[in-house]
């Protein structure tokens, strides 16, 4: 099955620097990786989401890149700030033969960043 | 719209017990997910319903199943509850699959197993 891994653990930045986050995917038929936030006794939320027809997608602070052909993809921060400090995590969804991925995403185990004032 | 609500928010249980989780999802989304969190393992996929149907299963012993009602709704039970079952399940919902739409958390029920 799917193995998603990603680095680093942990990831401390001083405010207004860039954060870059890395997974790496093992699957060749996953299509779709979406990044979850999941703030300390929070509901993992998204934050961006690519599929694999797209290389980068930008949303305001945050880009995601996809590398298919490597298998990994990154999430960008730029300009980040105490507020984005929480758990990231990286995931992968692999469609079946009828193009459904359902609702199965295998997670990585996740990234602890932390914005300095 | 009201996002996914799972209920309880907290559950202490003993070994050997059986507990049921409910999971109501966002409205109109059909596809319903249950995944388990714990600090060791991450997020693992338990299991996957859609019109009532189990779509996809993960890695999980058969003490873990689940269902789905007509209007979307979900219960996932747990039974002969070991130590190690105590996590925090999160439910998720998205129309009809990542396919099309993303997976949407909610808040999760925290198990405790003593």
């Known amino acids: 099955g799917e193995n998603v891994e990603q680095h680093p653990s942990t990831l401390s930045v001083q405010e207004g620097d860039s954060a870059v986050i890395k997974c790496t995917y093992s699957d060749s038929a996953s299509n779709y990786f979406p990044w979850y936030k999941q703030e300390l006794g929070k509901r993992p939320q998204l934050i961006i989401d690519i599929r694999s027809n797209v290389g980068e997608k930008k949303d305001q602070r945050i880009a995601v890149t996809l590398n298919k052909t490597a298998k990994h993809f990154s999430l960008h921060i730029t300009e980040t700030q105490p507020e984005d400090s929480a758990v990231y995590f990286c995931a992968a969804s692999a469609a079946n033969a009828g193009g459904t991925s359902y609702g199965k995403l295998t997670f990585g185990q996740g990234t602890i960043l932390t914005v300095h004032p | 719209k009201a996002g996914v609500t799972q209920t309880p928010r907290y559950l202490i249980k003993t070994r050997g017990q059986q507990v049921t989780l409910s999971c109501s999802p966002i409205s109109g989304h059909r596809s319903v997910s249950w995944y388990q969190q714990t600090p060791g393992q991450g997020l693992q996929f338990l299991f996957e319903?859609?019109?009532?149907?189990?779509?996809n299963k993960g890695n999980f012993p058969g003490r873990f199943s689940g269902r789905q009602f007509s209007n979307s709704r979900s219960e996932m039970n747990v039974s002969t509850l070991e130590l190690g079952d105590s996590a925090l399940y999160l439910c998720?919902?998205?129309?009809?699959?990542?396919?099309?739409?993303?997976?949407?958390f909610g808040n999760g029920t925290r198990l405790t197993v003593t």
């Open positions: 998720a919902s998205s129309l009809i699959g990542v396919t099309n739409s993303p997976l949407h």
């Open positions: 319903y859609f019109s009532e149907t189990q779509r």
